[in-house]
């Protein structure tokens, strides 16, 4: 049986993965400048794609909390999945993508939003997962 402060842990998660999305999208938007490359053409910049590998994750989060919050047994099987995701999440934002490198842009925001929700996450998964409740994953 789940303890009111998984319950708390898990709410945690979805909120966390909540505010990167939003930030992502609402409050902090990556920048929505181009790159012009030499042959004339134009790309999005990185911390566009880092911008959409962040909601994709941040979903993936957001779902994995969901299930285990409905869930009628604990299961550490999904604060797993979500310690996973957050140390995926923080990555996008530090080395995997990143975002641009002048502390100007506005995406350095979007950063800041994007590892401290991956930290939430994180934090708040190893605190499930150390909380000494042995879980079953439903079959």
């Known amino acids: 049986m789940k303890t009111t402060m998984n319950k708390i842990m ?3 998660q979805a909120l966390a993965a909540l505010c990167v999305m939003g930030a992502v999208k609402l409050w902090a938007p990556v920048c929505g400048k181009l ?3 030499v042959n004339g053409n134009q790309i999005p ?3 566009h794609w880092a ?3 962040a909601i994709a994750v941040s979903v993936i989060i957001l779902a994995a909390a969901v299930m285990a919050l409905l869930a009628k047994k604990e299961y550490k099987g999904l604060m797993v999945v979500t310690a996973v995701a957050a140390a995926l999440l923080f990555l996008v934002f530090t080395s995997l993508i990143g975002v641009c490198a002048s502390e100007t842009m506005r995406c350095q925001t979007t950063k800041i939003w994007g590892i401290g929700g991956a930290i939430v ?3 708040a998964s190893l605190i499930n997962l150390l909380s000494g409740k042995e879980g079953q994953i439903p079959g």
């Open 121 to 123: 996450v994180f934090a």
């Open 10 to 12: 898990i709410a945690l």
């Open 35 to 37: 790159l012009e490359l």
């Open 45 to 47: 910049m990185k911390c």
């Open 51 to 53: 911008g959409q590998a």
